[in-house]
């Protein structure tokens, strides 16, 4: 199965990022159309992307916002995570930054140093899209420039988890004018079904490489098993697909959910009944 072919229940964004890509591709990087990606935590941004990227054999590079500081202060600036594109030989290339919402929605910051550093994050992006080229930290600890003009730059976010958000809720939000005239695309991945997390535990690698350790495991035991723990979590779950992986490892760790008053919660804003 191709990656992209794994994609579950985000259809109609697949045929638009993929035209976008196509078309940067095509035109060797003169057509760049930035974008905004937004959706609930667990609903596949990120894994939309790389698997594209993947089947239009596109180079990819994610860097999290939510970690960089601002240039000058410790931490991880964004010359720092930048350096893995003087790796990709010119080629037109797919930059995925995700977390870029932890920059500016309200809360997110708690205290002055933090929205100095993350204020001074975003002006530095909007830097690097208004340039040819970004200064990146090279060996030795030196600094180098890079050409830019063959990247093709997303900005993903939960956005506290709001549904099918505009450009105008973005600047309501704390986005910059200046950065959405810039960045005015925005695509939004659509909340997963119960059918969808039905589907991506069908199509799951991590339960076939814990049934290949575990020989006496019958397949359709532990699907039907997970399953109805999914169907049960379903209304209150906030980690999307992510709430698969935890319940696979869970079954396999502790034997099944044998006893559900002995099993382990799940924290993540709310609890789930393991």
Known sequence: MKESEKIVGQTQ????????????????????PHFILTGPSGSGKSFTIASLCDSLNLPYVEINAAQLTKEGISGNSVSKALTPLSRTG?????????????LFVSGNCNSDLAHESTNG????????????????????????????????????????????????????????TEFLGRVGLVFNTQRLTLDDLYLILDTNELLDKY????????????????????????????LGARMITTLIHQYFIKGGFKDDNDAKKVTFQTQLTL
């Open 13 to 32: 964004l697949t045929k638009e990022i993929t035209k976008i890509f196509k078309i940067f591709k095509a035109s060797n990087s003169e057509i760049r």
């Open 90 to 102: 010119g080629k037109p290339t797919v930059c995925f930054v995700d977390e870029y919402d932890k």
């Open 121 to 176: 994050v975003q002006n530095e992006f909007l830097k690097i899209l208004e340039s040819d080229e970004t200064a990146i930290f090279g060996d030795y600890g030196k600094y180098i420039n890079i050409s830019i003009k063959n990247v093709l730059f997303i900005f993903a976010g939960a956005f506290n988890g709001e549904d099918d958000i505009t450009l105008d809720r973005l600047r309501e939000l704390g986005l910059k």
């Open 211 to 238: 049934l290949s350790l575990f020989k006496e495991v019958k397949l359709e035991t532990v699907k039907s098993t997970i399953k109805s723990k999914i169907s049960e979590n379903f209304e209150n779950n906030t």
